[in-house]
Nanobody, 122 residues
Framework: QVQLVESGGGVVQSGGSLRLSCVASGRIYRIYSMGWYRQAPGNQREWVASITIYGSTNYADSLKGRFTISRDNAKNTVYLQMSSLKPEDTAVYYC????????????????WGQGTQVTVSS
């Protein structure tokens, strides 16, 4: 069974920084892409950033320059460094593993973590 567990959330003042981590565990052959999404109260879940197994990154336009995604393939871990945080960044942040293959013989599927709360106070 595959599990994704996020950590690093918390309460931070406006302008501060936080680093989120997400570890994927279980039977894993390869994870093509790992990423972060977030969902604020009353809003739909939105994509934040993603990184492929080859290190190619993409970010939501509104977050470029403040958020940095990175990945350790050997540890099946993805990070999100968040800087210059704003109250509007307050949300539950979810980790996503896309096209995760448990064996070389399958095409892979998506997995989600349970989320970690980030609260930015003004």
């Amino acid at each position: 069974q595959v599990q994704l567990v996020e950590s690093g959330g918390g309460v931070v003042q406006s302008g501060g920084s936080l680093r989120l981590s997400c570890v994927a565990s279980g039977r894993i052959y390869r994870i093509y892409s790992m990423g972060w999404y977030r969902q604020a109260p009353g809003n739909q879940r939105e994509w934040v950033a993603s990184i492929t197994i080859y290190g190619s990154t993409n970010y939501a336009d509104s977050l470029k320059g403040r958020f940095t995604i990175s990945r350790d393939n050997a540890k099946n871990t993805v990070y999100l460094q968040m800087s210059s945080l704003k109250p509007e960044d307050t949300a539950v942040y979810y980790c996503n593993a896309s096209a995760l293959q448990q064996t070389i013989y399958e095409s892979g599927r998506d997995y989600w973590g349970q989320g970690t709360q980030v609260t930015v106070s003004s």
